[in-house]
């Protein structure tokens, strides 16, 4: 079974500048997650989508995050405008449906802010 | 507030040796414990989890051992060797609050030749 997909691996912007992330899950998953894991840290959940409906998004920088799941599959985590503190890698999993058990995670976009 | 808390932060042993990780957590209703291994570059992988009504679960060479009632859960790897040098994070999930795992900061482990 293909894994969870991410794209870019790695992104490099200035301050201010814009950035998005896609995120493909294992097939069949009804569950995605992003996660924000900093460096020397573990992941911290970010948002939540059950098909294309956002279960939780509580810790979610609302002012300069912002999240999509189309047709409950594929998903976009976008910065708009990007800080210096936003310098982390960006994990994407995926969980079948029911119990969120187990979370399968891909490798990440490593986004560094200049 | 970290709600589960990790240690040791890193954690050096011999080829053959036995590295022990160690969590805790408060939130009683947590009712699911995995752990995951991550190598640079790479996302978390699943290795094992437990469930708080079993005492003790093994795969392979990974062993967790759960104390509900001191709230601690810990990690064995048996005749740990140096492929098994990556870093390790405990997780708790509770069943009403979303499906968000919330994790430890992790162990760095290296195992020696």
């Known amino acids: 079974e293909a894994g969870v997909a991410q794209s870019p691996r790695y992104k490099i912007i200035e301050k201010r500048q814009s950035v998005a992330f896609w995120c493909n899950p294992i097939?069949?998953?009804?569950?995605l997650y992003w996660y924000q894991q900093i460096l020397g840290q573990g992941p911290k959940l970010l948002i939540q989508?059950?098909?294309?409906?956002?279960?939780?998004d509580s810790q979610l920088p609302k002012d300069r995050f912002s999240a999509e799941r189309l047709k409950g599959v594929d998903s976009t985590l976008k910065i708009q405008p990007a800080k210096l503190e936003d310098s982390a890698v960006y994990l994407c999993?995926?969980?079948?449906?029911?119990?969120?058990?187990?979370?399968?995670f891909g490798d990440g976009t490593r986004l560094s802010i200049l | 507030q970290q709600q589960v808390k990790q240690s040791p932060q890193s954690l050096i042993v011999q080829k053959g040796g036995i590295p022990i990780i160690n969590c805790a957590y408060e939130?009683?209703?947590?009712?699911?414990f995995p752990w995951y291994q991550q190598f640079p570059g790479k996302g978390p992988a699943l290795l094992i989890a437990?469930?708080?009504?079993?005492s003790e679960k093994k795969e392979g060479r990974f062993t967790i051992s759960f104390n509900k009632s001191a709230k601690q859960f810990s990690l064995h790897i048996m005749d740990s060797q140096p492929g098994d040098s990556a870093t390790y994070f405990c997780?708790?999930?509770?069943?009403?609050?979303?499906?968000?795992?919330?994790f430890g900061k992790g162990t760095s482990l290296l195992v020696t030749p």
């Open positions: 999993a995926s969980s079948p449906g029911g119990t969120g058990e187990p979370q399968h």
């Open positions: 097939s069949g998953h009804a569950t």
């Open positions: 989508f059950q098909n294309n409906g956002v279960v939780d």
């Open positions: 939130n009683t209703a947590f009712d699911y």
């Open positions: 437990i469930r708080p009504d079993v």
């Open positions: 997780a708790a999930k509770a069943p009403n609050s979303g499906y968000a795992l919330n």
